[in-house]
């Protein structure tokens, strides 16, 4: 597993993870309150600046991240498109993309376990009832870690087809991506066992 966290240092990174999620939820709630096309271009715009400020490398990265989104606008864009709504679905697109790019970019600046506190903190009601909450933020932090590293195995796996074959790959890596999938869940399950499982010390 890889950490998402960008190693250029910016000031976001001090900041308390409790507050970049609370502003990063109120942010995209907000969102959804806007329709004008204009203002979410110039939203889109403030958060590319906030990508840019840190410098090139942490715009790179940010921007490489981002880049798993393109099959979604893609869809998006042709459904609006030839149902006739050009207008609201560049709205879509344009929130679904700033949306993103914001919980990216507090995924840059936080480290993991910082966000690990947050979910153990807010789920204490459930603790006082007896709910285990370990297998929540067990699973929130795999969500985290795993999914670059399996759009990094799709990707490997389509360059592999690609250099073997001249047609695009298509539903064949599937199988093999499903398989490489359930290979790092047996590893991970493996691992978690080794240490402990999902009992933490707490209940113990």
Do not use: Q
């Not at 979604?72 to 498109?81: D, E, S, T």
């Not at 999914?147 to 199988?175: C, H, M």
């Amino acid at each position: 597993m890889i950490s998402l966290t960008s190693p250029v240092r910016t000031r976001a990174h001090d900041w308390p993870a409790g507050v970049k999620l609370a502003a990063l939820c109120g942010a995209t709630l907000a969102l959804f309150f806007i329709d004008s096309l204009a203002a979410h271009l110039a939203i889109l715009a403030g958060v590319l600046a906030l990508y840019a400020l840190p410098g090139r490398a942490f715009l790179r990265g940010g921007l490489a991240a981002l880049r798993m989104l393109w099959p979604f606008v893609l869809v998006v864009a042709l459904y609006h498109l030839i149902d006739g709504s050009a207008a609201e679905g560049a709205v879509i697109v344009l929130r679904l993309v700033s949306a993103v790019a914001l919980a990216n970019l507090v995924t840059m600046t936080t480290r993991l376990t910082d966000m690990i506190a947050v979910i153990h903190w807010l789920c204490t009601p459930l603790r006082a009832l007896g709910v285990s909450t370990r297998p929540l933020e067990i699973a929130i932090a795999l969500v985290i870690r795993l999914t670059p590293v399996l759009l990094v195995k799709g990707r490997e796996l389509n360059d592999a087809w690609l250099a073997r074959s001249p047609r695009r790959a298509t539903w064949r890596i599937i199988l093999p991506f499903t398989l490489l999938a359930l290979d790092d869940a047996d590893h991970i399950s493996d691992a978690l066992r080794a240490r402990g499982g999902l009992v933490s010390t707490e209940e113990n």
